[in-house]
């Protein structure tokens, strides 16, 4: 095989006169990008068609083969623009997503048509009575015609569904609901060719238009959530510019990408990795305008200030911006989000379960109902028994109960990610409007990441500002985190000589021909005791500061402390009028994790310093057998299994914390602040899905009776069914909305 | 009276139509995509 042919075959290319290839091309997201290869392939000769579809990123061109065109140029040209084209494998040429799609709206539209052409013809039989024999069973049999191929085409789901249960002996809520759809159609069939009796075809009709348009409601969430994984894995752009040194770029791929590279991100292109706005480059914005949409699912723009954390797979909405990668791809948000929300929807929410159960036992006690129903109707009137049975069997289609749960839930995960919070449990939703306590990891969580000197002991007769000064002059070399902290601090005129640094202990060096120490208590108080002189040792400085000393002793301790993150004291102050009792459990010192506490007001019983994972683990199991339930917030990188262990968990959405974190929830602006709201919303969905269940039950439990009795016209109760079902999902509709919440 | 046989006839083609347009729009893709679709009016070539 040639090289040329073993390229055709792999793209799997129709060959001939006119020649034909469908491939994916990695990195659309928007239509932008689908016309922008549009333009590229269509400039090449011979191109005959060329057509890119944004949400599938799906490219088919049409040719003319032995031309001066052929399947690498065009993939080049692909290439070009910026995309990575992918061959399709066999079985993904039409996903299976795209199929599911077009045969639900098929059924969904089918069923629309046929219910209103129906309702034309059927409807003017209601109350007629000047219509001839004739003209009647004419619009009977148009009626039919209409609504066979609806019953057998929309409804065939539930049809197949109901068949499956009973040769599985099983009962699903699929069972009465096929049983109400064959038993109103065949008698009208029948009816319509005798001439007399009634028909309820516009009746049949309405009843599926209703349950296929639950059915599309709920595919379309479902394919929501999935493509956002699906989105989210594609919209990576295959190559970066890196920019370098001499300010020309160069195109590389982008998992070749290192922390600390600089990259070019165009106009309408996506961030790779998690960056920083490069401040050092020849920027004139130091502003980015994003699209997040990709992790919020908030299409809104957003500003990002220098110094803040970008994540992968925004979209740069302004001007051409340089960046400095922060992580390197597979360590970035996107990356790590990928693989949470593939495991997310692996799972079922209990509370679907449940629901199921109830179904279950539902459908049991219609079918028993119904057959009772018959049996005293039999006996009372058996002219009437019929329409009671099918009232009975159309009125209580749970279609309401049914869409209870996982409309509101949705509804809810919609409602969150617009919040920042990323649900990637199914269940998380309902865990978490349950808990009554929550227990903050202090690192990380609810202190910023960078630190400052909170506090200056001076021992000595030295000045406070030249103390400070000599640190930061012996920690301007260090790139140990803690030297941050002084560069604030620094004065030109000081300056460190022959600075050497002790792993673990701290740092050495001459300032003005003096020799300093800088580091733990144990090794700056070494230097004094190597000169026989007895160092200051003050007993009430916690051991977690960091001392200065020469040779005379220590001259100063440095409480160096991470500040509290700015929305900190607002959340925890909004979560406790919530009711929920707040404990900080931190691996931090007894000193830091008290300031924390006093800070946030919390009482200093509930803090803990010094807790090792499994102090960690021990103590959400602690307040777990006291009968409290459990919401960690935790940043994640040694907390994985004291996330899992709790009730519900949550990490802030940043790179590797993602990566390990068994998190429930993911924080995907740096703010606190949405902690409440979370808590807002899960509670007002349970509210929900509550109401749903109940107003599904009263309706059924109200309206069961009148139809039994035979109150109920068959269309009536299909109206009633729809109303009910119509109800719970503008109930849930309201957590969206989220009033509760802002 | 016998104009009515007619509509009814008529109706039943109308919907056979209107049936046929939607199954074939969306076998065709128009629904997969209605976003690029929307913006190509705005292309310059």
């Known amino acids: ?172 809520m699929d069972v009465p609901v096929a049983a109400a759809l064959l038993i109103a159609w065949a008698p009208s069939v029948v009816n319509t060719f005798r001439g007399t009796g009634e028909i309820y075809f ?52 982008v998992r070749e990408l290192a922390p600390g590279d600089r990259f070019l991100v165009p106009k309408g292109a996506v961030v790779a990795v998690d960056a920083r706005i490069d401040a050092a480059g020849d920027v004139r914005e130091r502003v980015a305008l994003l699209d997040e949409a990709l992790l919020t699912g908030e299409s809104a723009a957003v500003t990002r200030r220098e110094g803040e954390l970008i994540r992968g797979g925004s979209v740069n909405l302004g001007a051409p911006l340089e960046f400095v990668a922060v992580k390197a791809l597979g360590q970035s948000t996107l990356a790590s989000i990928v693989a949470l929300l593939e495991r997310a929807q692996v799972a079922r929410p209990g509370i679907a379960r449940t629901a199921d159960r109830v179904a279950s036992w539902f459908a049991f006690s219609i079918l028993v109902l119904a057959v009772v129903v018959a049996g005293l109707w039999m006996v009372v009137d058996p002219s009437r028994a019929f329409v009671a049975v099918l009232a009975v069997l159309v009125v209580t289609c749970p279609c309401a109960l049914s869409l209870a749960t996982p409309a509101a839930l949705a509804a809810a995960t919609l409602r969150l990610a617009r919040l920042g919070v990323l649900v990637t449990r199914a269940d998380a939703v309902e865990r978490l409007a349950r808990v009554d306590t929550v227990v903050f990891d202090k690192t ?35 790139d140990h985190p803690i030297a941050a902290a002084f560069t604030a601090h620094a004065e030109g005129a000081t300056v460190a000589h022959s600075v050497r640094e002790e792993a673990g202990l701290g740092l050495e060096g001459e300032v003005a021909g003096h020799v300093w ?39 100063a301790a440095f409480e160096i402390r991470a500040p509290l ?50 102090d960690k683990l021990a103590l959400v199991a602690e307040l777990q057998a006291s009968g409290r339930r459990v919401f960690m917030v935790g940043d994640g990188i040694n907390d994985g299994p004291v996330l899992a262990s709790a009730d519900v968990s949550c990490a802030p959405g940043e790179g590797s914390a993602v990566a390990q974190s068994a998190a429930d929830l993911l924080l995907l602006h740096e703010g606190l602040r949405a902690l409440p709201r979370a808590v807002a919303t899960s509670r007002t969905t349970l509210r929900v899905i509550r109401q749903n269940l109940g107003w599904s039950f009263a309706y059924n439990l109200a309206a069961v009776p009148l139809a039994a009795l035979g109150f109920v016209s068959p269309w009536a109760a299909a109206l009633g069914m729809s109303l009910s079902s119509l109800g719970v999902v503008l109930n849930a509709r309201r957590i969206a909305l989220g009033g509760h919440a802002s | 009276m016998s104009i009515a046989y007619l509509l ?29 679709e929307g913006t190509r009016i705005l292309d310059e070539e």
Request: some cysteine; proline content about 3%.
């Open chain 1, 444 to 478: 990380g969580t609810l202190t910023a990441t960078h630190t400052e000197i909170a506090q200056v002991r001076v021992f000595g007769a030295e000045h406070r500002e030249r103390l400070l000064a000599i640190a930061a002059a012996l920690e301007r070399a260090s």
């Open chain 1, 517 to 555: 120490r800088l580091g733990t208590r144990g090794f700056v108080a070494a230097l004094a005791r190597s000169q026989n002189v007895a160092p200051l040792v003050p007993a009430d400085v916690d051991d977690s500061a960091v001392f200065l000393g020469d040779a005379a002793g220590l001259a």
């Open chain 1, 202 to 253: 516009d009746s049949v009709a309405m009843f599926i238009f209703f349950l296929t348009a639950g059915r599309f409601i709920e595919m379309s969430v479902r394919h929501r959530s999935l493509s956002t994984g699906e989105a989210l894995g594609r919209s990576l752009p295959a190559s970066v510019s890196r920019l370098m040194a001499g300010g020309a770029t160069e195109k590389i791929d």
């Open chain 1, 1 to 172: 095989m040639s090289a040329r042919a073993a390229l055709h075959a792999r793209w799997s290319l129709d060959e001939g006169a006119h020649e034909h290839v469908v491939f994916v091309a990695e990195g659309i997201r928007c239509a932008g990008c689908a016309r922008s290869i549009e333009r590229a392939v269509r400039t090449l000769p011979e191109v005959d068609a060329v057509h890119v579809n944004s949400v599938t990123a799906r490219v088919s061109v049409d040719w003319r083969g032995g031309g001066g065109t052929d399947l690498g140029g065009i993939l080049a040209a692909v290439e070009g623009a910026g995309f990575k084209p992918v061959p399709l494998a066999g079985e993904a040429a039409e996903s299976e997503y795209q199929r599911e799609h077009r045969a639900s709206l098929k059924r969904f539209g089918l069923a629309a048509l046929g219910m209103m052409q129906a309702m034309m013809y059927l409807g003017a039989l209601y109350g007629a009575s000047d219509i001839d024999a004739s003209m009647t069973r004419l619009m009977g049999l148009a009626g039919m015609i209409i609504v066979t191929p609806v019953l057998f085409y929309s409804g065939m789901p539930f049809l197949k569904g109901a068949w499956r249960d009973i040769t599985g002996r099983r009962l699903g």
């Open chain 2, 8 to 36: 009814v006839l008529l109706g039943l083609g109308v919907f056979g139509l209107a049936v046929w347009a939607l199954f074939w729009a969306v076998d065709d893709g128009q629904y997969s995509d209605l976003e690029r």
């Open chain 1, 565 to 614: 993150r700015g929305d900190a004291r607002e959340a925890v102050a909004e979560l406790r009028r919530q009711g929920l009792r707040i404990v900080i459990a931190s691996g931090d010192s007894h000193a830091a994790v008290a300031y924390v506490a006093k800070a946030l007001g919390v009482p200093h019983s509930q803090a803990r310093g010094r807790l090792t994972p499994n």
